[in-house]
């Protein structure tokens, strides 16, 4: 039986991070459920212990700093022991409940990205500034990778826990997600996109990921398809 470790990247989600374990720790093929708090200031990590403490899948990791999401997810890879990990981030932007629709793709090697841009899932509060950066990333890194990858920037990646473990990425930020698609690439495995249902949030509601990250997602995307 194939198994499934799903890694909770969080800083400062006091708000959201309940509700988001509550909704994983009740979908049966999650095996374990990992959650990063990067240095919050909040009651994050009290929340997560207090979760634990309830529910055996759920396991922290905490650093006493906010090293960023790239950064934490690079420290994680020592802790995971499942077959298969995922990434969600604890915002709640993303449905829980699709990462088993993801599952029901895995297939050997191959990488699942859970995308917002096709089939007709429920998607609330796009905003056009968020869209139209997404789609402008997504069609650039296609055309420098020659494939055809309609959400790069999505925090739904699948994939095999020896490639997750067995790389060591050194992007410290949300360029985390460039560099992991571009990596996986140049294994010449097979990727797979699934359509998942999405709700934006605002910056007044928390939203970390900022206009320059999008520049730096173009800079990773060139720097990722020359280094061999």
Do not use: W
Request: proline content about 2%; aromatic content about 10%; hydrophobic content about 40%.
């Amino acid at each position: 039986m194939k198994t499934l470790t799903v890694v909770v990247p969080a800083f400062n989600e006091e708000n959201t991070i309940s509700e988001s374990l509550e909704r994983l720790k009740n979908i049966s093929i999650i095996t374990e459920i990992l959650v990063l708090d990067d240095g919050s200031t909040d009651k994050t990590k009290q929340l997560v212990v207090n979760a634990a403490l309830a529910n055996n899948k759920i396991k922290l990791v905490h650093f006493d700093a906010n090293y960023g999401k790239g950064a934490v997810l690079n420290k994680s890879r020592e802790f995971i022991t499942s077959d298969y990990v995922v990434i969600h981030d604890a915002d709640l932007e993303y449905f829980p409940e699709d990462i088993e629709e993801m599952f029901k793709e895995v297939n050997g090697d191959n990488l699942i990205l859970g995308s917002r841009f096709i089939g007709n899932k429920k998607r609330l509060n796009v905003y056009s500034r968020t869209y139209l950066a997404n789609k402008v990333m997504s069609l650039f890194f296609s055309l420098v990778n020659f494939i055809k990858i309609t959400d790069v920037a999505t925090c739904y990646k699948m994939m095999p826990s020896s490639f997750f473990k067995s790389n060591s990425f050194t992007e410290k930020g949300f360029s985390i997600e460039i560099e992991m698609l571009s990596r996986f690439l140049k294994t010449s495995r097979q990727i797979i996109e699934v359509p998942i249902s999405y709700e934006g949030r605002s910056y007044e509601d928390g939203k970390k990921i900022k206009l320059k990250d999008g520049f730096l997602y173009l800079m990773s995307t060139i720097k990722y398809r020359i280094i061999s």
